[in-house]
């Protein structure tokens, strides 16, 4: 099976612009996730979809949003980009949601100047 | 808040010894997970241990669960070069199955050839 993958690999941003970030989980998963990484903060949960349904969100503002689409494939958004954005953000697919293995993307690098 | 705290946050070891890891996580957990990560890259699942379990193995992973110290650990025996990475526990948030997970800040692990 090919594994999850997330596009772009890297973005540069300038504060205030919104991105959009792709991800494509392995095939009959049904539950995909989001992360954001930084060297601070560690990995923080942001949100995850189950067909097409938010179960669970993140403590994070309202600027990061997220929908899951009927093929399973996610993307997230994120508006008026500040520079603390900058981070590595990570989508992981699994089987059932946190009570299986999830399987990571490689990532989308993304920088804000 | 950190469901998961790691120790020792980075070890350095040689080629061929054996490495251990400690996870300490708060509250009534359904599994715990491991997972390695390269520098920068994404996530890859290592082990994961369910609650009714006390020990793992793959290959040359361990992984020990002792729900009444909440507590897990793993270990890496024989290690190489390559195991270089950083690792990570994780545990699902919460008693239903939403996808959340909630991850330590990780190990640094460095294997000098």
């Known amino acids: 099976k090919a594994g999850v993958t997330q596009t772009p690999r890297y973005l540069i941003k300038t504060r205030g612009q919104q991105v959009t970030l792709s991800c494509s989980p392995i095939?009959?998963?049904?539950?995909v996730s989001w992360y954001q990484q930084t060297p601070g903060q560690g990995l923080q949960f942001l949100f995850e979809y189950f067909s097409e349904t938010q179960r669970n969100k993140g403590n994070f503002p309202g600027r990061f949003s997220g929908r899951q689409f009927s093929n399973s494939r996610s993307e997230m958004n994120v508006s008026t980009l500040e520079l603390g954005d900058s981070a590595l953000y990570l989508c992981?697919?699994?089987?059932?949601?946190?009570?299986?293995?999830?399987?990571f993307g490689p990532g989308t690098r993304l920088t804000v100047t | 808040s950190q469901q998961g705290e790691e120790d020792p946050q980075a070890l350095s070891i040689q080629e061929g010894e054996n490495a251990t890891m400690n996870c300490s996580y708060k509250?009534?957990?359904?599994?715990l997970q491991w997972y390695r990560q390269n520098s920068g890259r994404g996530l890859v699942h290592l082990i994961l241990i369910r609650s009714n379990e006390r020990e793992k193995h793959s290959g040359r992973l361990r992984v020990t669960l002792d729900t009444s110290k909440k507590s897990s650990s793993l270990l890496i025996t024989a290690s190489r070069a390559a195991d270089t990475a950083s690792y990570f526990c994780?545990?699902?948030?919460?008693?239903?199955?939403?996808?959340?997970?909630?991850f330590g800040q990780g190990t640094t692990l460095q294997v000098k050839p």
């Open positions: 509250t009534s957990i359904n599994n």
């Open positions: 994780a545990s699902p948030y919460g008693s239903s199955n939403t996808g959340k997970l909630i």
């Open positions: 992981a697919s699994s089987l059932e949601g946190g009570w299986s293995e999830q399987y």
């Open positions: 095939s009959g998963h049904r539950s």
